[in-house]
């Protein structure tokens, strides 16, 4: 197998989800989180992403799992972990790495923060509604019901991993304000 170059974002990333099935969008999500240079647009991002998945299941460092509903699954395979050169190892486990304490993020402003934080809350509402949407929509046309009940769920869950987000903002706003 040749030696696939991937970037250390990326890279954490999908170390994050090794343990674990996952989609395009999840992954994206993901990458997003650890990328300090986000792309221009959420769809770009997911293009990138989506790309680079592609060249990883060509090289059968990612596997395709069987599609059962909605979107399709994929997983790190074992060759992906042995595979790694060593500047993408040393990356990785600098990621594992203790998080820094708060009194290094000094660097950053409260109000990058806050925007962050409003932007989270903001999705996160978007996804809420979107869940109570199906689910109204299930129960006023149970024909429906197979259809929306995946979309259902994902807004579901969008919204969960939104409102961690939007805690560990809040925490660590807080805890900035205090110091």
């Known amino acids: 197998m040749r030696a696939i170059r991937v970037q250390p974002a990326f890279q954490r990333a999908l170390q994050q989800l090794q343990h674990e099935p996952f989609t395009v969008a999840t992954l994206t999500q993901y990458y997003q989180d650890q990328s300090q240079n986000p792309r221009s647009s959420p769809k770009a991002t997911r293009q990138f992403v989506y790309r680079n998945m592609v060249r990883l299941l060509r090289v059968g460092l990612l596997e395709k799992l069987a599609v059962q509903k909605g979107w399709p699954r994929y997983r790190i395979t074992e060759a992906f972990k042995t595979s790694l ?6 990356n990785a486990e600098q990621a594992v790495a203790p998080q820094p304490s708060i009194s290094q993020f000094a ?18 509402l978007c996804a809420m509604g979107e869940a109570e949407e ?26 969960a991993l939104l409102l961690g987000k939007v805690k560990a903002l809040e925490n660590l706003i807080s805890q900035q304000t205090r110091s």
């Not at 050169?85 to 040393?90: D, G, L, T, Y």
């Open 85 to 90: 050169s060593p500047n993408i190892q040393a």
């Open 107 to 124: 660097g950053i402003t409260i109000g990058v923060l806050q925007k962050r934080l409003s932007q989270h809350k903001s999705d996160m």
């Open 134 to 159: 199906y689910s109204a929509l299930c129960h006023e046309h149970p024909d429906l019901q197979e259809q929306a009940q995946t979309l259902y769920n994902q807004a579901r869950d969008r919204s």
